[in-house]
């Protein structure tokens, strides 16, 4: 069994750069994680994921702003979020697949799910 537990959501200017941290108790290390966002009226879509491997894949609404990394002695995922806007914000949640490879964006394929984190970002 995973849990998942995220930290480092809040209230962020325009421009800011929040770093949020996902805390994975349980097996992770061969897991494909990702981070999965949800506004409020709107469905969950996928951010960023990485594969076992490191290899990484974004949204193209956050690439080149936003960087997922896993720090597998901590157990650890990271998000950080650069220039951040007002179309950033949503509750973001870390999410684990069973599997150590990608396959899509469509949340059913991510086993394991954290609380989620709010991020708001102000103009």
């Known amino acids: 069994q995973v849990q998942l537990v995220e930290s480092g959501g809040g209230s962020v200017q325009a421009g800011g750069s929040p770093r949020l941290a996902c805390v994975a108790s349980?097996?992770?290390?061969?897991?494909?994680m990702g981070w999965f966002r949800q506004a409020p009226g709107k469905g969950r879509e996928g951010v960023a994921a990485i594969d076992s491997d490191g290899s990484t894949r974004y949204a193209d609404s956050v690439k080149g702003r936003f960087t997922i990394s896993k720090d597998n002695a901590k157990n650890t995922l990271y998000l950080e979020m650069n220039s951040a806007k007002p179309e950033d914000t949503a509750m973001y949640y870390c999410a684990s697949r069973g599997v150590s490879w990608f396959t899509s964006w469509d949340p059913a394929e991510f086993r394991y799910w954290g609380q989620g984190t709010q991020v708001t970002v102000s103009s």
């Open positions: 349980g097996y992770t290390y061969r897991r494909c």
